[in-house]
Nanobody, 122 residues
Framework: QLLESGGDLVQPGGSPRLSCTGSGSFFDYYVIGWFRQAPGKEREEVSSISAPGGDTRYADSVKGRFTITRDNAKNTVDLQMNSLESDDTAVYYC?????????????????WGHGTQVTVSS
């Protein structure tokens, strides 16, 4: 199971940090991705990180503003978000797939969290 936390109402320019915590064993065997879905829009991949943590990927819309990191000892993957804009308002989900490959397609993720709401508004 995956549990997201850290969502909140933030002002434009804010810098919240989202966390995805996994339960169970072998967390370090899983690729983790962060996705978001805004009202009326399709879900999009925001960022992902390889199982060991050495490789990362970012959507163009967040490159340079968001940073993904993982701590396999704590079974967590964090998404540090900076310089938030209104277009970043969405429900943010983390997802996982046990695989050695990276990157993977969004439809390959097999485990999903329930999401955490991030609202950017003044």
């Amino acid at each position: 199971q995956l549990l997201e936390s850290g969502g909140d109402l933030v002002q434009p320019g804010g810098s919240p940090r989202l966390s995805c915590t996994g339960s169970g064993s072998f967390f370090d065997y899983y690729v983790i991705g962060w996705f978001r879905q805004a009202p009326g829009k399709e879900r999009e991949e925001v960022s992902s990180i390889s199982a060991p943590g050495g490789d990362t990927r970012y959507a163009d819309s967040v490159k340079g503003r968001f940073t993904i990191t993982r701590d396999n000892a704590k079974n967590t993957v964090d998404l540090q978000m900076n310089s938030l804009e209104s277009d970043d308002t969405a429900v943010y989900y983390c997802a996982a797939k046990r695989t050695v490959w990276f990157p993977i397609r969004p439809d390959e993720y097999t485990i999903w969290g329930h999401g955490t709401q991030v609202t950017v508004s003044s």
